[in-house]
């Protein structure tokens, strides 16, 4: 994909309310992120805890865009504003750049070089109605059903997930997705960032590359290749684990997320 | 139905290509790259491969002509069973 198709999808003219400035992939989110502050009472004293915690994860991957780019919650809250309520930490990159990966059977998967991340829960579901006129506005978003989908094919819960890597295209995407899959009630975000949940060190990694917020911008390819190298042990110093202070990596919740959180698709990997 | 898939399928190759400000390169250069070191990330040959899903069609650089699937397989030199790719 290239920068320069990312730009005409965020500046996109989507409909007759772009006369209202409502227009793009940025105005959409913001939307929602304003009506979640008035409903649940989140917003920028959470959303920074996911921008800080992802740069720290950034900080120790030398792939990430911003891996020589700390950031404070000072640096946070002098940002400018982008679209209110989002500052500019609270949007993804801009990436040039590619990713792939390779799926196959798990009988052959075990003939082959890497240690499989084995697909154990798949979900997807989509409210497909364009956020100006749904009635769900402040969520849950398709990431409720999906989630509970691959959870039920898993056969496991949130409690037996290790690390999560979560579709980031603004930090308000994490915190709905994760509040939809279950990890926090509806507005109880804030206290469960609170002491670094997210960050190395922490009980429950999330966006561990740096995400699409501090590592790059390649769509759905950005959590699902990060979950996969978890599991294979292949991260360096940012392997989930005894190096950064985390629990081995069993089992990672990995999730993609489209249009203006009208889709959303969830995968579990596990070690084999 | 609900656990069909599970158990049954997994990820054995990630492929990488540069990342970030890449100027002159093409949209297409990135998916050869990528899908290339995935398939020799997982110790397999292009031969191997019997499928090929494209994720969301996004438009290409605006002075690129559209990528879809079959011409990215095309360029890999794949010829797969299926073809997939997301409307968007």
Same mark, same amino acid.
């Given at each position: 994909?290239?920068?320069?198709?990312?730009?005409?999808?965020?500046?996109?003219?989507?409909?007759?309310?772009?006369?209202?400035?409502?227009?793009?992939?940025?105005?959409?989110?913001?939307?929602?992120?304003?009506?979640?502050?008035?409903?649940?009472?989140?917003?920028?004293?959470?959303?920074?805890?996911?921008?800080?915690?992802?740069?720290?994860?950034?900080?120790?991957?030398?792939?990430?865009?911003?891996?020589?780019?700390?950031?404070?919650?000072?640096?946070?809250?002098?940002?400018?504003?982008?679209? !209110?309520?989002?500052?500019?930490?609270?949007?993804?990159? *801009?990436?040039? &750049? +590619? %990713?792939?990966?390779?799926? @196959? $059977?798990?009988?052959?998967?075990?003939?082959?070089?890497?240690?499989?991340?084995?697909?154990?829960?798949?979900?997807?579901?989509?409210?497909?109605?364009?956020?100006?006129?749904?009635?769900?506005?402040?969520?849950?978003?398709?990431?409720?059903?999906?989630?509970?989908?691959?959870?039920?094919?898993?056969?496991?819960?949130?409690?037996?997930?290790?690390?999560?890597?979560?579709?980031?295209?603004?930090?308000?995407?994490?915190?709905?997705?994760?509040?939809?899959?279950?990890?926090?009630?509806?507005? !109880?975000?804030?206290?469960?960032?609170?002491?670094?949940? *997210?960050?190395? &060190? +922490? %009980?429950?990694?999330?966006? @561990? $590359?740096?995400?699409?917020?501090?590592?790059?911008?390649?769509?759905?390819?950005?959590?699902?290749?990060?979950?996969?190298?978890?599991?294979?042990?292949?991260?360096?110093?940012?392997?989930?684990?005894?190096?950064?202070?985390?629990?081995?990596?069993?089992?990672?919740?990995?999730?993609?997320?489209?249009?203006?959180?009208?889709?959303?698709?969830?995968?579990?990997?596990?070690?084999? | 139905?609900?656990?069909?898939?599970?158990?049954?399928?997994?990820?054995?190759?990630?492929?990488?290509?540069?990342?970030?400000?890449?100027?002159?390169?093409?949209?297409?250069?990135?998916?050869?790259?990528?899908?290339?070191?995935?398939?020799?990330?997982?110790?397999?040959?292009?031969?191997?491969?019997?499928?090929?899903?494209?994720?969301?069609?996004?438009?290409?650089?605006?002075?690129?002509?559209?990528?879809?699937?079959?011409?990215?397989?095309?360029?890999?030199?794949?010829?797969?069973?299926?073809?997939?790719?997301?409307?968007?």
């Amino acid at each position: 994909m290239s920068s320069d198709s990312m730009m005409q999808m965020l500046s996109e003219l989507s409909g007759n309310d772009a006369v209202f400035g409502h227009f793009g992939a940025l105005g959409g989110y913001a939307l929602a992120a304003r009506r979640a502050m008035h409903e649940l009472g989140t917003g920028p004293e959470t959303w920074k805890k996911i921008a800080v915690g992802q740069r720290k994860w950034a900080n120790l991957n030398p792939q990430a865009m911003m891996h020589d780019k700390p950031l404070t919650e000072t640096d946070y809250d002098q940002a400018k504003w982008v679209v !209110e309520p989002f500052r500019l930490f609270d949007n993804c990159l *801009i990436t040039d &750049g +590619g %990713r792939a990966v390779i799926v @196959t $059977s798990l009988e052959r998967a075990r003939d082959l070089k890497q240690q499989p991340a084995v697909i154990m829960g798949l979900g997807q579901h989509h409210p497909s109605t364009a956020i100006a006129q749904s009635d769900w506005m402040a969520g849950p978003t398709g990431a409720r059903q999906a989630g509970k989908t691959a959870f039920a094919m898993a056969g496991i819960t949130p409690d037996d997930v290790d690390a999560c890597q979560i579709y980031d295209c603004f930090t308000y995407t994490v915190e709905i997705t994760l509040q939809d899959y279950g990890f926090f009630q509806p507005g !109880e975000g804030r206290d469960w960032l609170e002491g670094g949940t *997210i960050e190395p &060190g +922490g %009980r429950m990694p999330v966006n @561990t $590359s740096g995400g699409q917020l501090s590592e790059a911008y390649c769509m759905g390819l950005t959590p699902i290749a990060e979950g996969a190298m978890q599991i294979m042990d292949r991260c360096g110093e940012r392997q989930l684990g005894p190096a950064t202070g985390t629990k081995p990596p069993e089992i990672i919740l990995c999730s993609d997320n489209g249009g203006i959180l009208q889709s959303h698709s969830s995968v579990l990997l596990r070690r084999m | 139905m609900s656990s069909a898939l599970k158990d049954k399928y997994a990820i054995v190759g990630v492929g990488y290509t540069p990342q970030g400000r890449v100027p002159g390169r093409t949209s297409l250069s990135f998916h050869l790259e990528a899908s290339a070191k995935a398939i020799k990330d997982a110790g397999l040959s292009r031969n191997d491969v019997d499928g090929f899903i494209a994720y969301r069609h996004f438009p290409a650089a605006s002075d690129e002509n559209d990528l879809p699937a079959d011409v990215i397989a095309q360029h890999l030199g794949l010829s797969p069973t299926y073809i997939y790719q997301d409307a968007n």
